[in-house]
């Protein structure tokens, strides 16, 4: 009997250890960017200030998951006209499409340090696979929170036309790259 309950304990004790660790999304310090050329002139940047979400990480077997919902009316290009065109129908209609959001349950780590993150990124409902190639992982203990907190910066590279937001291809650039500073506290 004592052999059996110990093999239950172990089991169990076995299967904590190896659970991943659950990370909410800081808002604070969480934000999703993007650029274009504009015309061939300039390099154009904004991004969305209400972002959103939850990652669980398993540092132990290197697999994990995260989920982002970014707010789509937080657009923010540092002009109210044209935050207001972004959110018009012509572009990404956020009275119909609230919310974009990017979806992953494939996080590739080269020893500790996630390199990759691939998932699904959602844009007026529509949904296409991208590699988000993170150039800084980072986690530790925050006296600040009292708690664990883990940070990224990510980045990749789509087609405004593959997600119904092309409008004005070629004159601005169809191909967008998104960027991401990720603060996720320990739950």
């Known amino acids: 009997m004592f052999k059996k309950c110990l093999l239950v304990f172990l089991c169990g004790y076995c299967l904590s250890v190896a659970a991943a660790d659950k990370y909410l999304i800081d808002s604070e310090h969480t934000f999703s960017n993007f650029e274009y050329k504009h015309w061939g002139l300039s390099l154009q940047r904004g991004r969305f200030d209400k972002n959103s979400g939850s990652i669980e990480l398993d540092m132990d077997n290197k697999t994990g998951s995260l989920q982002i919902a970014i707010e789509a009316d937080s657009i923010n290009t540092g002009s109210d006209t044209f935050n207001n065109i972004l959110r018009s129908e012509n572009f990404f209609n956020v009275a119909k499409y609230p919310k974009i959001s990017f979806m992953s349950n494939k996080l590739i780590f080269n020893e500790d ?20 190639d993170i150039s800084h992982f ?34 601005v650039s169809d191909e967008m790259t998104l960027s991401f500073s990720v603060e996720a506290i320990k739950d």
């Not at 340090?113 to 988000?132: A, F, M, P």
């Not at 006296?143 to 087609?159: D, F």
């Open 113 to 132: 340090k996630l390199v990759q993150v691939e998932g699904d990124l959602t844009i007026k409902d529509i949904t296409r696979k991208v590699i988000v």
């Open 138 to 171: 980072e986690c530790r203990f925050m006296i600040l929170y009292l708690k664990r907190a883990c940070g990224a910066n990510g980045m990749t590279k789509i087609l405004r036309s593959d997600y119904g937001v092309g409008r004005y291809v070629p004159f």
